[in-house]
């Protein structure tokens, strides 16, 4: 008997027909660590479960990762539900999963924190990008369900606190998986009115059912939206990522009211404070200037007015005299020393002075002639020179010396010998 053979592809047809008719491989839940997570463009992401002792390879498909929300990562330790089956071009067996979680962490608290880290490394959360809340606006926006509790609570507590404010509502699903695109949509509406401030939030719920105001397009368009935002989603221990990127969290809807309204109470309590406030600064300021007012008129300056001039004139008839009296002394020295001068001989007779004066200057020039050496060698004597100094002894010469010998009509050159 001839031997029958089976292809490759045969084979591994086989062995993917038993695995699939399995009926414990058809809806199989598998918990493990994931390690070389990636997504191919194509949209489908591959990576290997694993645990300590074996490990399987894995997909999911684009289809399937609508479901997910968070990301898986390596190191993660996940639950997943699926099948297993063989790939039969590769001849190798792994795991189709449809649903995936966090083995011991709720799906949604991870991908919670994955963005609520995401966002805030980005500074959507920081306080340098919040807006001031308006004071007393004239028109609020309400993005939330149009029936409900949230809306009642609302309106009801602004026009209880401020009924001179307009609410505008722009209704939207607040749950369901709709419901994030329709909130995106009617905070971008609302930017089209005049807003001085716009509340977003809803009731209080589980966190699916307040899960929209945790997806990443409400958080942005929240942080991007141009009105000053009040989150208010859930109850007070109720924290959404919306919270976190709105200008202001409120802890209820109720909460949200209050704090986008001043209470009209309030004001009109404050107004009449500061009423009472500045009549009392002003009766204090008309007594004080009323004191001052006594106390200037008591004053001799207001009583006698002219004493302000009678002292200034007095003072300028004093200096008036006194110039006078400086003046005429000034002119009376002056005169006599003008009297003085003329009485001088130097003015009564210049050419005595002249005389007296010439006479000294006679008698010294005449000194000064009888000292002059020229005038000595006039009358025959020598003057003796060695190198340039007059020789006064014979003693100051030795034999050798060249002298100059000078005369009254020149100089003799000689040796001593």
Known sequence: MENEY???SQINAYINKKLKFDNNLKNVYVKGEISNFKTYSSGHSYF???DEKSQIPAVMFKGRKHSLKFQPED???VIIKGKVEVFERDGKYQLYATTMTEDGIGALYVAFEQLKKKLKAEGLFDDAHKKEIPEYPGRIGVVTAQTGAAIRDIITTIKKRYPYCEVLIFSTLVQGDQAAGQIVRQIKHAQEFDIDTLIVGRGGGSI?????FNEEIVARTIYECEIPVISAVGHEIDWTISDYVADKRAPTPTGAAMIAVPDTNEIKFKITQLNGRL???MKDMISQNKTKLNHISQKQILKNPESIYEIKAMILDNLVTKL??????NIAENKNKLLKLENRNILRNPDEILRMKREPYLRNL?????????LTLK????????EGKVVSSAKEVKSGDKLDVEFDDGVINTRVI
């Open 6 to 8: 089976y292809t490759v």
């Open 48 to 50: 290997t479960l694993k």
């Open 75 to 77: 190191g993660m330790k």
């Open 208 to 212: 699916e059912d307040l899960w929209p």
């Open 279 to 281: 009549n009392k600064n």
């Open 324 to 329: 006078e009296l400086a003046s005429k002394k």
């Open 366 to 374: 005449d000194k000064l002639n009888v000292l002059n050496p020229l």
């Open 379 to 386: 009358r025959g004597y020598t003057l003796t020179k060695l």
